[in-house]
């Protein structure tokens, strides 16, 4: 049967082709973005942040794209390898507050 | 490369039990955070800890929780009388200033409480 709780979107892409996910954040006030990978069993890993004085971010491989006007995030990946197999949080920093708030993720299959 | 490092990395108990989860955070970091995430879920915020004190917490951490700094380098999440929906992988973090800076998990520990 159906496993409660494991809803997550998922993205299936073929080894090579580029990937883009997806968040949405709530609080137009959110100053600081932050994209992280999470490897079945393992704790979140950093990929890469923006700040909202920007609109894009290039790391390797990776590109976080900010639209401040419909609050929406994007993580894209360049030539996905099977490594990138893993669920991807956006976190954001609410104004006033110190810890991050994570959305639901997505889950990127990559197929070989 | 420094890393944040988690002890269990699981821990069985029986409902009712007290558990306590440590966590060596990163050297030179000042702020430090305690997570859950329950099975297929996203991450939840519980606390974080600033100056040997309590600086922000949701609404999951209630009476049954808190959190000690007891040496330079430890950092720990004690819930008192844990239940079945206690249940969850628990990530310590820690960050250098706080806010609007990356901060960094541990591996997790995942408590079963049975």
């Known amino acids: 049967g159906e496993s409660v709780g494991l809803h997550l979107p998922t993205l299936s892409v073929q080894e090579g082709d580029n990937s883009i996910i997806n968040c949405a954040y709530s609080?137009?006030?959110?100053?600081?973005f932050i994209w992280y990978k999470q490897e079945s069993g393992k704790g979140p890993q950093f990929i890469i942040d923006?700040?909202?004085?920007?609109d894009k971010r290039q790391g390797q491989r990776v590109t976080v794209l900010l639209n401040k006007t419909v609050k929406h995030l994007s993580l894209q990946i360049a030539a996905t390898q099977p490594g990138d197999s893993a669920v991807y949080f956006c976190?954001?920093?609410?104004?006033?507050?110190?810890?991050?708030?994570f959305g639901s993720g997505t889950r990127l299959q990559v197929q070989p | 490369e420094p890393e944040v490092t988690q002890t269990p990395s699981h821990q069985v108990t029986q409902m009712g039990q007290e558990v306590i989860l440590r966590c060596v955070p990163i050297?030179?970091?000042?702020?430090f955070y305690w997570y859950r995430q329950i099975l297929g879920q996203k991450v939840e915020f519980l606390v974080s800890?600033?100056?040997?004190?309590?600086?922000?917490k949701s609404e999951i951490f209630d009476d049954q929780f808190s959190v000690e700094r007891p040496d330079g380098s430890n950092f720990t999440l004690k819930i008192r009388s844990t239940k079945l929906e206690d249940s969850a992988m628990y990530f310590c973090?820690?960050?250098?200033?706080?806010?609007?800076?990356?901060?960094?998990f541990g591996q997790g520990t995942r408590l079963t409480v049975v």
């Open positions: 973090a820690s960050s250098l200033t706080g806010r609007n800076t990356e901060a960094f």
């Open positions: 609080n137009s006030a959110s100053d600081y």
């Open positions: 923006i700040r909202s004085n920007m």
């Open positions: 976190a954001d920093f609410a104004p006033g507050r110190r810890a991050l708030t």
């Open positions: 050297s030179n970091h000042l702020y």
């Open positions: 800890f600033y100056n040997n004190e309590i600086s922000e």
